[in-house]
């Protein structure tokens, strides 16, 4: 979850006995994190996150050198990161939103798929449920390491994912109401008094693909009916993509925090605990669609002994 997922939770997971997931920071304090949580675990198994579009070689060779043993990819797929990824002896996975993408990824040497359904909170990958996709993608591939995500929250959910054929399951938006998460404290907030999310390609200055998120002020003003932006919005958004390097020193924080509600120039970038509070009504809030069973700010141990 990137940004969210740092030290303390990744950490609280694996100790729990999950796999801990560290998401995409900026290069420097992406190697920051990997060494506390190598320091903090002594050993245990951990994963991290390339998030395609947005990461650098620095974040690659970071994992290579790091012990870190499980290497997940979403959003992209390049043959390179892969290979460099297997010959350093990494698990690596691929989150995945078609049967065509898990066909791509399994047959580059991928290890297996974690199948994101379309109700999942942030980055949307594909338009299938959960429940249509994860059968095919089990039955084409029966003997891979099959993951489901989407809509994961309590044990009910996570055996009905297992019931589809899923050999582990992958949960967002429960972690993110954690007191480990790095969310900002207003966002966990709302998150827990959410009923419903909308999937949106208002957050695209860095970002071309639909997000999954809570209404704020900024998807009230800007978006149509189910989430639709304006249709004008895409080609201001590649201009300012062009001129914003999202992936710069901070990951595009300091352009976040120049958000208004007046200009619908808005990064993917979350609120994280360092951020103003008052940027709550101009970010993107992320939330999957089972937001609306969450109700509490619940320990991240607890939440994997709900799962497993
Ligand atoms: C706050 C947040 C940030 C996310 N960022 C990433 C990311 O950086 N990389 C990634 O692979 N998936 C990301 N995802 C998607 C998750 O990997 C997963 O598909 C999703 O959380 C599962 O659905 P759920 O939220 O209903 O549990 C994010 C999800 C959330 C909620």
């Known amino acids: 979850m990137g940004s969210v997922a740092r030290h303390d939770l990744v950490v609280a997971v694996a100790e729990a006995g999950g796999l801990g997931t560290l998401s995409y920071l900026p290069p420097a304090p992406f190697k ?4 506390r949580i190598e320091d903090r675990l002594g050993g245990r198994t951990f994963a991290a996150n390339l998030l395609m579009p947005i990461i650098s070689r620095t974040h690659v060779e970071a994992c290579i050198e790091s012990s870190v043993p499980v290497v997940t990819l979403f959003f992209g797929f390049d043959q390179r990161i892969v290979t ?19 066909e791509r990824v399994i047959a580059s040497g991928a290890d297996g798929v974690i199948v994101q359904g379309h109700e999942a909170g942030g980055h949307v990958r ?55 998460s790095s969310a900002h404290a207003v966002y966990k907030g709302r998150l827990v008094h959410a009923t419903e999310t909308v999937v949106t ?3 695209g200055v860095g970002w071309r693909d639909p997000h999954r998120v809570l209404p704020n002020n900024a998807t009230k003003k800007w978006c149509g009916p ?12 590649k201009a300012a993509r062009l001129a914003s ?9 300091s352009m976040a925090m120049r958000q208004s509600l007046g200009s619908p120039l808005y990064t993917p ?6 951020m103003d509070a008052e940027m709550l009504e101009l970010v993107a809030l992320y939330a999957g669609e089972c937001v609306k069973h969450i109700h509490d700010i619940k320990p991240a ?3 994997v002994r709900d799962l497993a």
Request: with cysteine.
């Open 226 to 237: 189910g989430g639709k932006e304006p249709f004008w919005l895409p080609t201001i958004h």
């Open 126 to 180: 594909g338009s299938k449920r959960l429940a249509d996709l994860l059968p095919q993608i089990r039955e084409s591939f029966p003997d891979q390491l099959v993951c489901g995500a989407g809509g994961i929250h309590d044990s009910a959910s996570a055996d009905a994912c297992r019931s589809l054929g899923a050999d582990a399951v992958c949960s967002g938006t429960r972690f993110l109401a954690s007191p480990e």
């Open 269 to 274: 970038v979350t609120l994280v605990e360092e």
């Open 201 to 203: 390609n208002l957050f």
């Open 301 to 303: 141990a607890e939440t």
């Open 32 to 35: 920051r994190e990997l060494t």
């Open 84 to 102: 460099s990824l297997k010959e350093a002896g990494k698990t690596v996975l691929f989150q995945v939103g078609s049967l065509k993408e898990a």
């Open 245 to 253: 390097h999202f992936a710069g020193s901070d990951g595009g924080a």
